[in-house]
């Protein structure tokens, strides 16, 4: 199974993401958790390029062909070999970051983004995502704890790009039948509850589908 978490910065699906990897393994599944961008040799170089606000003068097209070719590596190195050994994939984060945060977020035309994100990862879509919902203005909350030093290149955005972006994955949720949508403003607990519940459903629905 690959299951995906996107939400903006701050919400908390890392935090998810481990809970969610221990639950797993603790129920005897081969597990791996993947970030992006990053997770191969030559992926984490290209988020290395991506995150540096020396790079403060990226131009968009150049950030999502960037974004794009990290998970294009990544899929074929990494995800498609997990899968085809029956290894459960978590990923923080996939390419519906890439339509939120360069599509809505950005403005690059969401056809367009959609034409590059299929050819980056082909066939190799999540089976469930789950979207990690917070307003903004928690969103900046949490961020004021961190210092600006450090700070990468995207999460020095503005709030009114946050609130595009935001507004994006809510969208997004609405077009596939795979998106679940979480309160972030939830406890730590309660959410990972949720996520378990709706893991346990889709996977119980694809056995009795196999049948
Ligand atoms: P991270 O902080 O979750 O590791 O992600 C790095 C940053 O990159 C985060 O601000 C979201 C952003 N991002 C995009 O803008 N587009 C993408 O396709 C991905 C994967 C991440």
New binding site residues.
Partial sequence: MFITFEGI?FCGKSTQVELLKNYLVKKNKKVEII???GGTEISEKIREA??DKKHYHMFIETEIFL?SASRAQLVREKIRPYLEKGVYVIS??FHD??TA??GFGRGIDINTVRHINSLAIGETVPDITFIIDIPVKVADERKKIKTNMDL?R??ISDSVFYEKVRKGYLKLAESEKRFRVIDGTESIENMHYKIVNELNILEKRSVHEAR
């Fill in positions: 910065d970030r992006e961008p991506l995150l974004f923080d984060r970051s890439t945060y360069q990468d995207i999460e």
